[in-house]
């Protein structure tokens, strides 16, 4: 499936290319719009999201935010109640949390993400989302 014109359009931000990991349980697009580099330090990606594609569970040691900028979707962190998102969302996960994002089953969903305090070490990827663990 291609991102759907309309969809595209309403993301603003470009949708670069095709995510191809296994961290992602389906079809997913990384736009890298701030490279990490020295000068910033301070990487920041659009993300979007197929209707029921979200990531594995996982951690930042610097911790995340994430600026929710079209469609519906989903935050959980381990042990808490996922967390419905809508554009206009802003959602700061702390350093070393477990938690896992991606879309609505029925929506497309993009946010942009910053990677904060990246001085403390890239992602740490663990198991995928189960369909009892996504919500209905
Ligand atoms: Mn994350």
């Given at each position: 499936m291609t991102i759907p014109q309309q969809f595209e359009e309403r993301i603003i931000f470009p949708v670069g290319e095709k995510i191809e990991n296994e961290y992602f349980r389906g079809p997913a697009w990384?736009?890298?719009?701030?490279?990490?580099?020295?000068?910033?330090?301070?990487?920041?990606?659009?993300?979007?999201?197929?209707?029921?594609?979200?990531?594995?569970?996982?951690?930042?040691?610097?911790?995340?935010?994430?600026?929710?900028?079209?469609?519906?979707?989903?935050?959980?962190?381990?042990?808490?109640?996922?967390?419905?998102?809508?554009?206009?969302?802003?959602?700061?996960?702390?350093?070393?949390v477990r938690h896992w994002h991606g879309a609505a089953a029925d929506s497309w969903f993009s946010h942009i993400a910053i990677s904060t305090n990246v001085q403390q070490g890239d992602v740490e990827w663990m198991e995928p989302v189960t369909d009892e663990e996504y919500p209905e």
């Amino acid at each position: 499936m291609t991102i759907p014109q309309q969809f595209e359009e309403r993301i603003i931000f470009p949708v670069g290319e095709k995510i191809e990991n296994e961290y992602f349980r389906g079809p997913a697009w990384l736009g890298v719009l701030v490279a990490p580099d020295s000068a910033w330090n301070c990487p920041i990606f659009n993300v979007t999201f197929e209707p029921g594609v979200r990531n594995n569970w996982h951690r930042h040691p610097g911790g995340q935010i994430l600026l929710v900028t079209a469609g519906t979707g989903y935050y959980q962190e381990e042990g808490k109640t996922a967390r419905l998102l809508n554009k206009g969302d802003v959602v700061q996960i702390p350093p070393d949390v477990r938690h896992w994002h991606g879309a609505a089953a029925d929506s497309w969903f993009s946010h942009i993400a910053i990677s904060t305090n990246v001085q403390q070490g890239d992602v740490e990827w663990m198991e995928p989302v189960t369909d009892e663990e996504y919500p209905e």
